[in-house]
T-cell receptor, first 111, second 113 residues
Framework: DQQVKQNSPSLSVQEGRISILNCDYT??????FLWYKKYPAEGPTFLIS?????DKNEDGRFTVFLNKSAKHLSLHIVPSQPGDSAVYFC??????????FGKGTMLLVSP | KAGVTQTPRYLIKTRGQQVTLSCSPI?????VSWYQQTPGQGLQFLFE???????NKGNFPGRFSGRQFSNSRSEMNVSTLELGDSALYLC????????????FGPGTRLLVL
C-alpha cells in the first residue's frame, strides 16, 4: 500500500513559468512533509519542508502548500529555471517514524 | 562540514555473492538510515540505526542486514545476491531519530550479474 503518491511521473515546463509538483498521502498520522530534489548520480538533496500545523512554507523560489483535509501537498517553483530539472521526491513522516517517500516526479525545464 | 560519504560508489557482483556497503554520516549525526532506489520504485526504506542499535526496519528479506559502530559509521550487508538487488543504495544521516531532515550521501550503485 503506497502511503505517499506522486501521480505524475514527469512534468515539462518552460523557463520562467511556474512548476507545480503534486503529492497525495493516505496516512492521516503524517505530521511532517519534505521535498527532496535528486540529480542523476547524486543523492537526494533536501529542498523544503512543512509541518502539519502550517499550510504554507516559502523559501525563495520554492513554496510548499499543505491541504490536510485533502491529504495533499504541492511544491511550487517560481520562476522555473533549467537548473531545476531533476527528479523531485515528496516524503512524509509520522512522529519518530522513518521517512516514507513517493516514487518521484521528473521535472524538465526547457529554455 | 563534510557531507555523508558512501563507499564504494559503484560495485559489480554476481548472483549468490555477498556485498558490504559503507556509510560515514555527517559529523555529529548519530542516526543513519538506508534506502534502496530502483527505477520506478522511488526510495524504499531498509533500516535505521541510532546509537549502534537498529531502531526501525523496512519490509526487506533477512538477506539485508546492517550495523552501526560507536563512531556512528554504518555498514549494510546483502547476502546471497539476486538480480533484483541491482539498485542504488542510499544512506542518509540525521542528528537523531525523528530529526526533521535527513541528509543523503551520493549512493552506491550495485549491479548484480
Amino acid at each position: 500500500d503506497q502511503q505517499v503518491k506522486q501521480n505524475s511521473p514527469s512534468l515539462s515546463v518552460q523557463e520562467g513559468r511556474i512548476s507545480i509538483l503534486n503529492c497525495d498521502y493516505t496516512n492521516s498520522m503524517f505530521d511532517y512533509f519534505l521535498w527532496y530534489k535528486k540529480y542523476p548520480a547524486e543523492g537526494p538533496t533536501f529542498l523544503i519542508s512543512i509541518s502539519s500545523i502550517k499550510d504554507k512554507n516559502e523559501d525563495g523560489r520554492f513554496t510548499v502548500f499543505l491541504n490536510k483535509s485533502a491529504k495533499h501537498l504541492s511544491l511550487h517553483i517560481v520562476p522555473s529555471q533549467p537548473g531545476d530539472s531533476a527528479v523531485y521526491f515528496c516524503a512524509a513522516r509520522d512522529g519518530y517514524s522513518t521517512l516514507t517517500f513517493g516514487k518521484g516526479t521528473m521535472l524538465l525545464v526547457s529554455p | 562540514k563534510a557531507g555523508v560519504t558512501q563507499t564504494p560508489r559503484y560495485l559489480i557482483k554476481t548472483r549468490g555473492q555477498q556485498v558490504t556497503l559503507s556509510c560515514s554520516p555527517i559529523s555529529g549525526h548519530r542516526s543513519v538510515s538506508w534506502y534502496q532506489q530502483t527505477p520506478g520504485q522511488g526510495l524504499q526504506f531498509l533500516f535505521e540505526y541510532f546509537s549502534e542499535t537498529q531502531r526501525n526496519k523496512g519490509n526487506f528479506p533477512g538477506r539485508f542486514s546492517g550495523r552501526q559502530f560507536s563512531n556512528s559509521r554504518s555498514e549494510m550487508n546483502v547476502s546471497t545476491l539476486e538480480l533484483g538487488d541491482s539498485a542504488l543504495y542510499l544512506c542518509a544521516s540525521s542528528l537523531a531519530m525523528g530529526s526533521e531532515t535527513q541528509y543523503f550521501g551520493p549512493g552506491t550503485r550495485l549491479l548484480v550479474l
